[in-house]
């Protein structure tokens, strides 16, 4: 019923800067919460970062002062505004958002980040 398109992922220098974004759609949504995980080949996905409904952030402790997550009411939509990135970034990032509606977690398709020189 939901939908999650990611974009905004990409290469990039160290020190550099991205930004993704995810937009769920569907006919039906009722916001329980977005964020974002990433996942290194073979590894276990790791929480980034996630929003719930009254702005509430998480971050992992590794992205502290670098990464922020934001969210778009307007266009159920939420980005992750990426600084400093270092190399331990690369990963694959996945967007997921938890719907109240059905109370099902949906994910996206997931996008490479990659931080090299």
């Known amino acids: 019923q939901v939908q999650l398109v990611e974009s905004g992922g990409g290469l990039v220098q160290p020190g550099g800067s991205l930004r993704l974004s995810c937009s769920a759609s569907?006919?039906?949504?009722?916001?329980?919460?977005m964020g974002w995980y990433r996942q290194v080949s073979g590894a276990q996905r790791e929480l980034v970062a996630v929003i719930n409904s009254s702005g509430t952030t998480t971050y992992v402790d590794s992205v502290k002062g670098r990464f922020t997550i934001s969210r778009d009411n307007t266009k159920n939509t939420v980005y992750l505004q990426m600084n400093s990135l270092k190399p331990d970034d690369t990963a694959v990032y996945s967007c997921?958002?938890?719907?109240?509606?059905?109370?099902?977690?949906?994910w996206g398709q997931g996008t490479q980040v990659t931080v090299s020189s």
């Open positions: 997921y958002a938890y719907d109240l509606w059905d109370y099902h977690a949906y």
């Open positions: 569907g006919s039906s949504f009722r916001f329980g919460g």
